[in-house]
């Protein structure tokens, strides 16, 4: 079945771009119906000019962080998902089953507070079959210290010990690490404030990353905290970078390469 941006426009899926413009259209539709906010729009077309850049796939470097992330949450006390509008527009049901297979809470936090973006967002974590959602209630927020933003109202996230800030701001990222709580990043932008300031950052696309979790969670869901924790040791966050930092620069030249064949 083709994807339908309005009744006027179809794009077939032999399109080369159908998959980056499906999601394209998902963001913009997620902004019509207040999920996205106006700004979502921007940030998502930053990332996809860098997910040109490292060839619009999973590389081997941001699966090895993907394991590492899973481990993580998996050894965590109270880990939590932070969701925004874009991640909500993407990949909800994702998302979801994410959160059923490791046990781990979602918790709506934004940026941009827009009257009736919160129950939006809420409302399309429901319908893809989330049951319970935090962050909605203003009686059970607490503020985050060393945070000015509207990122500073949290509720599990006040106490949690692991925190996944898929499609984060920097802010907010440095601010949790300050408080001591260990963060996972999912950004495209390996040089990024988030990505630096995180500790395990999986430079690749929020819609392949997810799925992704998924299927290492179903993997290593029932290793002991023992085989876990190795996992996690033998990662290292700056030599992660490094590696993806390489990874586009080693894409760019083959890119390169092969069109100066042609």
Known sequence: MNFNENQDHTIPKTHPRYQSLKYRYKIIEGMKNLVVAEAGLIAHGRGECFDYIIGEKTTEIAKKAIYAAVASILLADRPVISVNGNVAALVPRELVLLSNIINIPLEINLFYQKEGRVKAIKNELQKAGAKEIYGIDPKKMTELYGLDSNRKKVELIADADLVMVPLEDGDRTEALKKLNKKVIAVDLNPLSRTSLWADITIVDNIVRTIPEMIK?????????????????NKFDNKINIQNSLNSIVEYIKRQKKKHLKQ
């Open 216 to 232: 290492v969670a179903k993997e290593i869901g029932k290793l002991d905290n023992f085989q876990l924790r190795e996992i996690v």
